[in-house]
């Protein structure tokens, strides 16, 4: 079993940053993709940004050139670099590993709020 731990979330104010984090421990096996989604209320689960183990990333629409994933020497740790954040942001964000199954962290609060 794999356990996701999120972490670095908080209340911010329009145009601030926050740096998420996300430690994998456990069973672990080889990566092929580590990323993030979100979730607002009412709203369904969206990605946010993902990183393959080749090191391709992509980006949901919204965030482009906001956020920036990446990974550590460790290939276990993913992170998340939030600029220019904008109170749509708002969410819950999940960290997603996929190491041929699927694992999901418990949820880190993002509040973009004055």
């Known amino acids: 079993q794999v356990q996701l731990v999120e972490s670095g979330g908080g209340l911010v104010q329009p145009g601030g940053s926050l740096r998420l984090s996300c430690a994998a421990s456990?069973?672990?096996?080889?990566?092929?993709?580590m990323g993030w989604y979100r979730q607002a209320p009412g709203k369904q689960r969206e990605l946010v940004a993902d990183i393959t183990s080749g090191g391709t990333r992509r980006y949901s629409d919204s965030v482009k050139g906001r956020f920036t994933i990446s990974r550590d020497n460790a290939k276990d740790t993913v992170n998340l670099q939030m600029n220019s954040l904008k109170p749509e942001d708002t969410a819950v964000y999940y960290c997603l590993r996929n190491q041929g199954q699927i694992y999901w962290g418990q949820g880190t609060q993002v509040t973009v709020s004055s």
């Open positions: 456990g069973r672990i096996s080889s990566i092929l993709v």
